[in-house]
């Protein structure tokens, strides 16, 4: 074991030193390549239930009694019953994953098998947003979205937004810190000048804010809040200034908006609240196509924490979502990418759909699923390879098995040599936000985590 | 937005006094002294020990109310930001979020401009009909003294740290009196300034 990690220990002594001679090379070039990518992580809030979603399990040959997993899908609404098992290429789904979203499955890999160590929504939340497990119930670094905005630079007019997701800023440039609003309402609020305060006022009282910070705000800024509050005050100027507004107006009634309206399918029933997951995904979308953002987080459904009225709730909320990111998705392959090349925007868009966790196998006496251990999640983008299944949940009972990295095999039990190696490794939120960061040519090495090498193209 | 914050001005207003010519009183709001516990005898220094006590922190939802109600004289629990503008603040809703969020995002210094923007133009509208004692921009004869009883409502800032922003503030002043035409909206300016300044937000 021993001489092993001494290894790779002089291995991974090698490639820094190698590094040093590459690194004014290599990664500037892949840097500016990962500078006209976008990356979108699409939330399912609450804890998804995976046998419904990405990990489902075979009826005919899946039984509570022999593999302590209950399907329970004889009790579910009369069109996810007649759905049942869904397959596109290798991969299979639950009832719940919409039809419009198993038209774009080819354009994505699975990870099955994520072990997510916690039961607790935050927790779980928080380890999936910044690929660092929580102290407590803080989280530890910045979110992902912000980790990248910091790598890539200052490009957009808001380089990270956060619609409806928690985000996290430790150590990361101002411009990285998430515009982080819970609905359309907040973000137009943001975008918009208050009409209310006279011009003239307003000119005086920006008088104020460019002058040099009093002493007394100098002495508030010992851990840097006082100048982070500046700054955020002159950053939402500047939102003001570049009059992006109109961009998520949704009262427009132009051609373009009809029809973005019709693809998310907003106007009817709650669709058109502020926060509903139709308008949620088209905010996404617009701040995406429209380069006001290069990373969005997303929040694309919520109420899923089901653990009663399972068999009304899980379903339509997480079919929801799917279609929700289904329309983002096609409005994305449908925007032809203005960096030229005949692409469209989604083949330069890195995407990660998660849950904070997965729900157990079995029910409880409500006939809900409380917290799961075990997780999966949806990954796109280019560097990665499409149309994979990696890693594997148990057949009985459902939990996570460890994965082989780079063949992204599921091993059931894998020996001391390849646990020792590092090639056979229990997979967390952290390796699947690896292989995104390296799969764009950005930086991992603040997860001090592997990526999953079989999905990187 | 100014439909979702509740400040009864117009209450406050219709109890009020026509305004009088006299001279008001130059009482100021009392700071808060900061009691500091004396320490044992032969304990060193503590500029010494170079122990550092938590950092400064922004004003939670809650303290965000309770203070305007202090700056603007209105009655206690009179002030109420409306939940959903409360979540987007930082309030936790003890279902999804179970801390509050004290970033000084830059959404929430869009709010605190247009909430100074509310909060700064309902006083000013309702500072002529307010008695004298009760009003926050035209307290005192001068606009110096005014505007330092404008900043020590908002800061605590008083004595000789305060003439530094006073001279500040009277800058603002100017040029809202310039911009927007009257006396009232100098004064709704260096209000508006004081509100979306980290010397209010962090304490």
């Not at chain 1, 499409?386 to 594997?392: A, Q, S």
């Not at chain 2, 209105?74 to 939940?83: A, M, S």
Request: glycine share 10%.
């Amino acid at each position: 074991m021993m001489s092993s990690n001494r290894r790779r220990f002089l291995s991974a002594a090698a490639l820094s030193a190698g590094s040093l001679f590459l690194g004014n090379v290599f990664p500037r070039r892949a840097l500016a390549q990962a500078q006209k990518r976008r990356f979108l992580f699409a939330y399912f809030d609450g804890g998804w239930d995976q046998l419904l979603g990405l990990d489902p399990r075979d009826p005919a040959t899946t039984t509570a009694a022999a593999n302590q997993i209950d399907l329970g899908w004889d009790q579910l609404p009369g069109v996810y019953q007649a759905r049942g098992l869904q397959r596109a290429g290798n991969h299979t789904f639950g009832p719940a994953f919409s039809p419009d979203m198993l038209a774009h499955a080819a354009d994505f890999s699975v990870i099955h098998g994520i072990g997510m160590d916690t039961a607790s929504h935050e927790v779980g939340r928080r380890y999936f947003i910044t690929g660092r497990f929580p102290r407590g119930l803080q989280a530890v670094g910045s979110s992902t979205p912000a980790e990248i905005a910091a790598q890539l630079g200052d490009l957009s007019p808001i380089p990270h937004v956060s619609a409806g997701v928690e985000s996290f800023a430790d150590g990361v440039p101002n411009f990285a810190t998430a515009l982080t609003v819970n609905s359309i309402a907040d973000l137009l609020v943001a975008l918009t000048p208050f009409t209310e305060i006279d011009p003239g006022v307003v000119r005086a009282v920006q008088l104020y804010q460019d002058e040099t910070p009093g002493c007394v705000s100098r002495k508030l800024d010992r851990d840097g809040l006082a100048s982070t509050l500046l700054a955020n005050q002159q950053r939402a100027r500047s939102y003001l200034e570049q009059q992006l507004g109109e961009i998520f107006n949704l009262q427009r009634t132009d051609a373009e908006m009809n029809g973005l309206r019709a693809l998310y399918n907003i106007g009817g029933g709650d669709t058109a609240l502020p926060n509903s997951p139709e308008v949620m995904a088209f905010v996404a979308a617009q701040a995406l196509k429209k380069e006001v953002s290069q990373c969005v987080s997303v929040r694309v459904t919520d109420g899923l924490d089901t653990h009663s009225n399972w068999a009304d709730d899980q379903a339509p909320r997480q079919e929801r979502g799917w279609r929700a990111l289904a329309s983002l998705v096609s409005d994305l392959k449908a925007t032809p990418e203005p960096n030229g090349g005949g692409q469209s925007m989604f083949d330069n868009t890195t995407i990660m759909v998660f849950s904070e966790f997965g729900r157990t196998p079995l029910f409880n006496n409500l006939r809900g699923r409380d917290h799961f251990l075990g997780n999966s999640c949806l990954v796109a983008g280019p560097g990665l390879k499409r149309g994979l299944t990696v890693g594997k949940s148990a057949d009985i009972g459902q939990m996570p098995l460890t994965m082989e990295l780079a063949t992204g095999r599921g091993v059931g039990q894998p020996s001391a040599e390849e646990i020792s190696s590092g090639r056979v490794v229990n997979v967390s939120p952290k390796h699947v936000i690896a292989t995104l960061l390296r799969a764009n040519g950005l930086d991992p090495s603040y997860l001090r985590s592997d990526p999953i090498g079989a999905l990187l193209a | 937005m100014r439909s979702v914050v509740i400040v009864p001005l117009v209450l406050l207003v219709a109890c009020g006094e026509e305004a009088t010519p006299v001279d008001p009183p130059r009482a100021r709001p009392p700071v808060t002294e900061v009691m500091v516990p004396d320490l044992p005898v032969d304990h060193p220094s503590m500029g010494d020990l170079s122990i550092l006590s938590r950092g400064p922190r922004r004003l939670s939802v809650d303290q965000l109310e309770r203070s305007i109600e202090q700056i603007g004289n209105l009655g206690p629990g009179t002030v109420k930001i409306p939940e959903n503008l409360a979540l987007t603040l930082g309030r936790p809703d003890y279902v999804k979020v179970t801390e509050e969020s004290l970033s000084p995002s830059p959404l929430f210094m869009k709010f605190m401009m247009d909430l100074g923007g509310i909060i700064c133009g309902q006083l000013r509208d309702a500072e002529p009909l307010r008695a004298v004692d009760q009003r926050v921009f035209l307290r005192y004869t001068s606009k110096e003294e005014n505007l330092a009883n404008l900043l020590v409502r908002f800061t605590g800032i008083d004595g000789e740290a305060a003439a530094p922003y006073v001279a500040r503030l009277s800058r603002v002043y100017e040029a809202g009196v310039t911009g927007g035409g009257t006396e009232l909206a100098g004064y709704e300016a260096a209000c508006i300034a004081l509100f979306t300044s980290p010397e209010f937000l962090l304490y």
